[in-house]
């Protein structure tokens, strides 16, 4: 026995050791100059380290059907090439579906400039200028000139000219080699882009210029004419010039999408996410508080409830936690602000194992075992239960990966680690302490252990009618609230829309902010003020008027009164595909739930889970609904949370059920279920409580952006608890089988 054991304890010290060694250091280590001195293990979400996230489509309706069919991945190529002259770390540029490209940005801050790099179609032009005054002037009068566009340029003194273009291009940007940045030598250094062109290139703009001494030659770029000089003389070089009223920072992003690449096609932004560096500063530094002070209220609550074995599953968890930062270390895994909250609920539902065993073990030390026996059977019976409770909140898990987007897939991410670690630490590590412990010191009879409900005989069974009736009222109740505010439900991730969170240095009044928002049409947007003293504002709109609103509050309070912390801007299209998305993964849980519990149990054991989870989801509508909050991707990750949890709490007491079941087969159902349901209560009370404190936690402690969130999940966590209890298993006795009826 001895032999085995330290084999066991070899593999968990060394996978241990292993995931000490692939987290080390999880996050960013900075001198006390803030500069980085060791780079983290772990990659850090957009919503954590600030950075942009934006969805385009290409357009390729002014395409034939040829060019088309390979527009988006040139698209791609050419947006690689410009981020990567850009100088992003490590940005993400990848395709989905058929038209649509993701850009995630880390670290970028300036929106303006890198959706101007990014969706700047960049198709470069020169045409000859025509020189007939009558032309231009029946242009300018409304008529139409055949072959030739009225265009406006800019001159050195800002007035505008009118030029008469040719609709011909005499040379394009295909043939362009190089772009670069110079600067003149007249005119204080102005900068200007300086082009240089292949053989072929040179070739026609030899003959161009050659052939056209005295007129005009307009540089067209994206259909606006930047500069328009006369030809003095055949310029056999290949070089031209584009000039005008640049920045030096405006001439170098010319250059850089001029080198990088024409795109085949416009592409419109569907979608924009940003979040500043403070914010996911802030994000962090609550994330972390979350994690300590809900981890440290379970550790120490297990060590006074279990004592010694609490101490036990202290070790566990802390166990789990260094597991599930290797596994996201050596995946290279994105942690999330969801994923933070993930991390957080693993805490709490890890302990949910180790309670179900220990509940185990003092039922079997009840029954006279020894204390090893005790501590063989107790793993040997909850076995199947951790399972299949773990099982069916890993599909939750699996179906919100497959369906959500960035930061829900993060969350979805570290959820499913921390089921599979969890059940790692509680079946294995702790089962192999106390095996060495019982071996050690033979003598040890019992675990000593606190207990809150000692044999309870409460007729639960006998209250499920008043119950039924109290779950449709608050369902009625809340349905009502619900259907009231319509699409006042939902948020921009589902119906399109503007949200824009700022920081104020000084605390600014809601009459003041609505003033500016009424300056430019938008006066009926929402604005919501919290945080310390009242200085953050959030303003949610259906418009993109984003870079109208920043402008506008500074000019009312001052350029660098306010930081902008984030910027969400969501189309209609993309809000629909997001809602028919959500919509989808709440179908895949409930039908894959289904399956697996119909596998494992009855069909109808499955039937009424589902009906104790749709219970569970629309009391959480409701709730939502009632406190004027909004459904957005993380409420809908939380939903889907409340389905994994509330499924794991249903599964404890069937399994209970059916093994309590074969031993009292001349009992009544209503007999079985009530002693099952008194059994597990003990267990019930104990893993909503853990799980309550660290919820609680991280809605104190975690920050507003995830506040809806942590709300939700406290809901789904007492509702879960409840619908366990007074629905799922009592509707077993509602709903007889034939089996049941004998």
Not at 157 to 173: F, R
Request: with cysteine; glycine share 10%; proline share 3%.
């Amino acid at each position: 026995m001895w032999k085995k054991l330290k084999w066991e304890s070899v593999l968990v010290v060394a996978i241990v050791g292993l995931a000490l060694w692939a987290a080390y250091p999880p996050l960013d280590i900075t001198n006390n100059e803030g500069e980085v001195v060791k780079e983290g293990k772990i990659n850090l979400g957009l919503d954590l380290q600030g950075g942009m996230h934006m969805v385009l489509q290409v357009d390729t309706s002014g395409l034939t059907q040829n060019e088309a069919k390979d527009a988006p991945q040139r698209a791609l190529e050419v947006i690689r090439n410009r981020i990567d002259q850009f100088g992003v770390m490590e940005p993400v540029i990848q395709l989905q579906g058929d038209k649509r490209i993701i850009v995630q940005l880390p670290g970028v801050t300036d929106r303006e400039r890198a959706k101007e790099i990014i969706g700047r179609t960049a198709h470069l032009e020169f045409k000859l200028v025509s020189d007939d005054p009558e032309l231009l002037k029946k242009a300018m009068d409304g008529e139409a000139v055949e072959g030739y566009t009225l265009k406006y340029n800019e001159t050195r003194d800002g007035k505008q000219e009118a030029l008469l273009v040719e609709d011909e291009a005499v040379l394009t940007g295909d043939m362009l080699v190089d772009a670069t940045t110079e600067f003149s030598q007249q005119g204080f250094g102005q900068p200007y882009v300086s082009l240089e062109l292949n053989s072929q290139g040179g070739d026609i703009f030899a003959s161009v210029t050659g052939g056209n001494v005295g007129k005009r030659l307009a540089v067209v770029l994206d259909d606006e004419v930047y500069t328009a000089p006369v030809i003095r003389e055949r310029i056999p070089s290949g070089r031209a010039q584009i000039t005008g009223n640049f920045s030096v920072q405006e001439a170098k992003d010319i250059a850089l999408i001029l080198r990088a690449g024409a795109l085949p096609a416009p592409v419109e932004v569907l979608e924009e996410r940003s979040v500043g560096p403070a914010l996911g500063r802030d994000s962090v530094e609550k994330g972390i508080k979350a994690i300590l002070y809900g981890g440290i209220a379970v550790l120490l609550f297990m060590a006074a409830y279990y004592l010694f074995a609490g101490l036990i599953a202290d070790l566990a968890l802390v166990m789990n936690l260094v597991l599930i930062t290797g596994a996201l270390a050596y995946f290279k895994a994105t942690l999330t602000l969801p994923g933070i909250a993930g991390l957080v609920l693993t805490i709490g539902m890890s302990v949910d194992a180790n309670v179900l065993i220990f509940e185990r073990i003092r039922e079997e030390s009840r029954l006279g075992k020894s204390l090893r026996a005790a501590i063989s059977a107790g793993y040997d019976k909850a076995l199947w239960t951790i399972l299949d409770a773990n099982v069916t909140t890993l599909i939750t898990a699996l179906i919100l990966f497959q369906f959500g987007t960035g930061p829900v897939r993060g969350f979805a991410t570290t959820l499913s680690i921390g089921i599979l670690s969890s059940m790692f630490t509680a079946l294995v590590v702790t089962r192999l302490i106390l095996n060495m412990i019982t071996l050690a010191n033979q003598k040890l009879e019992k675990l000593p252990m606190l207990q809150f409900f000692k044999q309870p005989n409460i007729p639960f069974v006998k209250f499920r009618k008043i119950a039924y009736i109290f779950s449709v009222l608050v369902i009625a109740g809340g349905m009502f609230f619900f259907l009231q505010r319509g699409e006042r439900n939902y948020g921009i991730d589902f119906t399109g829309g503007t949200l824009q969170q700022f920081r104020f240095e000084e605390k600014v009044s809601v009459d003041e902010i609505r003033g500016v928002l009424s300056d430019i049409g938008l006066g009926e947007a929402s604005i919501q003020q919290f945080g310390e003293g009242g200085r953050e504002i959030i303003v949610r709109s259906f418009s993109e008027k984003t870079d109208a609103i920043i402008d506008g509050l500074g000019g009312r309070f001052g350029e660098g009164s306010f930081d902008v912390m984030r910027v969400e801007e969501v189309g209609p299209a993309v809000g629909a595909d997001l809602r028919e998305a959500a919509i989808k993964a709440f179908i895949f849980a409930m039908i894959g739930i289904c399956i697996y519990i119909s596998f494992r149990f009855e069909l109808r054991f499955a039937i009424t889970a589902i009906i104790a989870l749709l219970h569970d989801l629309l009391v959480s509508l409701g709730m939502i609904a009632l406190t004027g909050r909004e459904i957005s991707l993380p409420v809908i990750a939380a939903l889907l949370t409340i389905v994994g949890y509330s499924i794991n709490d249903t599964i404890v007491l069937f399994d209970r059920i059916r093994e309590d079941r074969k031993y009292m087969r001349k009992a009544t159902p209503s007999e079985i279920i009530n002693l099952s349901i008194n059994q597990t209560l003990s267990r019930t009370v104990l893993t909503s409580l853990t799980t309550l404190i660290v919820v609680v936690g991280l809605f104190l402690f975690g920050g507003k952006v995830i506040n809806d969130f942590s709300f939700v999940l406290m809901i789904g966590v007492l509702v879960g608890t409840y619908s366990s209890i007074f629905i799922a298993s009592p509707l077993l006795i509602d709903w007889p089988s034939k089996r049941t009826k004998r």
